[in-house]
């Protein structure tokens, strides 16, 4: 049975990764391919539980906030993801590794080698296979984030912090472009859909 395909959505606050994350997966699953949705922090029972202390307590040392995050996606890679990519599913996932580089390591300034010491412990040789990076300024960001009335404790962090995690994702997509791809999100819903549809045909569908 052929592996299923990895697909994360990465991005700062407020740029519709939820949203996008559910239109992509039903797309696919509409083409006829098994699909699970899921997300970060959290995905299973032991990491979402690793969420609520991640976002309901704190401030947490920056290395131990880097820890938990990691635990809890090995917890979800070992539990959901990799069963699900053996059993030709393909994998929608809302915020993964990228999103540790950029908030704890950009934002909060952990070292970049514990996240690469931590990364190969959780993930080994995993890596997804397309990474959709919806890009958007901060300050256009967290007013989405702000006017859907929610704010976890990552969005009140300020301006700056959320200018460094921009610039992180912007990083890592120009780093990895065989595994990257950056969608304007600032664009309407529809057009983030489109563009997104047309980056997953021709890396993953067209192939
Ligand atoms: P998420 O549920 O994606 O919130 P939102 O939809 O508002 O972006 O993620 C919760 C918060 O956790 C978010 O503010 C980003 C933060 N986060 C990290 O700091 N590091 C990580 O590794 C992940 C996955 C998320």
């Known amino acids: 049975m052929a592996r299923g395909r990895f697909i994360t959505l990465e991005g700062g606050e407020g740029a519709g990764k939820s949203t996008q994350a559910r239109r992509l997966a039903t797309w696919l699953a509409e083409a006829g391919l098994p699909v699970l949705r899921t997300r970060e922090p959290g995905g299973s029972p032991g990491a979402e539980a690793i969420r609520g202390v991640l976002l309901g307590a704190g401030p947490w040392d920056p290395v131990a906030e880097t820890m938990l995050h990691f635990a809890a996606r090995r917890e979800h890679?070992?539990?959901?993801?990799?069963?699900?990519?053996?059993?030709?599913?393909?994998?929608?996932?809302?915020?993964?590794?990228d999103s540790t580089l950029a908030y704890q390591v950009a934002?909060?300034?952990?070292?970049?080698?514990?996240?690469?010491?931590?990364?190969?412990?959780?993930?080994?040789?995993?890596?997804?296979?397309?990474?959709?990076?919806?890009?958007?300024?901060?300050?256009?960001g967290l007013a989405r984030a702000e006017a859907r009335g929610e704010t976890n404790r990552?969005?009140?962090?300020?301006?700056?912090?959320?200018?460094?995690?921009?610039?992180?994702?912007?990083?890592?997509?120009?780093?990895?472009?065989?595994?990257?791809?950056?969608?304007?999100?600032?664009?309407?819903?529809?057009?983030?859909?489109?563009?997104?549809?047309?980056?997953?045909?021709q890396r993953l569908l067209d192939r």
């Open 107 to 140: 934002g909060q300034g952990t070292q970049r080698a514990v996240w690469d010491r931590l990364a190969a412990m959780a993930l080994g040789a995993l890596r997804p296979d397309l990474t959709l990076v919806l890009d958007i300024p901060a300050e256009a």
């Open 77 to 97: 890679v070992a539990r959901m993801i990799e069963p699900a990519l053996a059993a030709g599913i393909w994998v929608v996932c809302d915020r993964f590794a």
């Open 154 to 201: 990552y969005e009140t962090l300020g301006l700056a912090f959320h200018g460094r995690i921009r610039d992180a994702f912007l990083a890592v997509a120009a780093a990895e472009p065989g595994r990257c791809a950056v969608v304007d999100a600032t664009q309407g819903l529809e057009a983030v859909t489109h563009a997104m549809r047309g980056v997953v045909r």
